[in-house]
């Protein structure tokens, strides 16, 4: 099961700390992404991060502006999205790896609204 | 790498074949494609991967295949469940995915 949690209204230039609570696979084990899907949109990959953290990826539009993170020992994935944009407004899926880094997505949370407007 | 699918919308009836279509703007290379079924307020569902491999849980209804740039779903014989939408995506290099297709009833 993939929980994600820190959706919200925010307006343009402000921030945001998504999470994902894992359970029932050993989070340790896999690399994990952020997936979102834009109102009336397809979906769009947003970022990816390595089992340990060390390798990271994001989609050229949010480079420098959200940061993905894992803590392994709470089983739990993050997003920090600062300066959002009207344009990032989406439902944010956290989504599991299901074989290597950057691949295909088995498993897929609920996902969690995040709305930019003034 | 680009993905576009063809047609937009497929409107077809209980028991009818599928065929959707995805095509890449250039290589994915060792076949790295997927598709995934998408319900209105639901994640999406991985259907399949590698191009032709059946997710666990799949039934054998949904075929994957295709090489290169041009890669096809097909759904044999369609169910009242599997009206949805369906996108691709590639993993040949940073995933992206495709804008999708509706399968709606006709």
């Known amino acids: 099961q993939l929980l994600e949690s820190g959706g919200g209204l925010v307006q343009p230039g402000g921030s945001l700390r998504l999470s994902c609570s894992v359970s029932?696979?050993?989070?340790?084990?896999?690399?994990m992404s952020w997936v979102r899907q834009s109102p009336g949109e397809g979906l769009e990959w947003v970022s990816g991060?390595?089992?340990?953290?060390?390798?990271?990826y994001y989609v050229d539009s949010v480079k420098g502006r959200f940061t993905i993170s894992r803590d392994n020992s709470k089983s739990t994935l993050y997003l920090q999205m600062d300066s959002l944009r009207v344009e990032d407004t989406a439902i944010y899926y956290c989504v599991k790896d299901r074989w290597q880094q950057l691949a295909d997505f088995d498993y897929w949370g609920q996902g969690t609204l995040v709305t930019v407007s003034s | 790498i680009v993905l576009t699918q063809s047609p937009g919308t497929l409107s077809l009836s209980p028991g009818e074949k599928a065929t959707l279509s995805c095509r890449a703007s250039?290589?994915?290379?060792?076949?790295?494609l997927a598709w995934y079924q998408k319900k209105s307020g639901q994640a999406p569902r991985l259907l399949v991967y590698?191009?032709?491999t059946r997710a666990t849980g799949i039934p054998d209804r949904f075929s994957g295949s295709g090489s290169g740039t041009d890669f096809t779903l097909t759904i044999t014989r369609l169910e009242p469940e599997d009206f949805a939408v369906y996108f691709c995506q590639q993993y040949t290099d940073l995933p992206t995915f495709g804008p999708g297709t509706k399968v709606d009833i006709k």
């Open positions: 991060i390595s089992e340990n953290g060390n390798s990271i």
């Open positions: 250039q290589s994915v290379s060792s076949g790295f």
């Open positions: 590698g191009t032709s």
């Open positions: 029932g696979f050993n989070f340790n084990d896999y690399s």
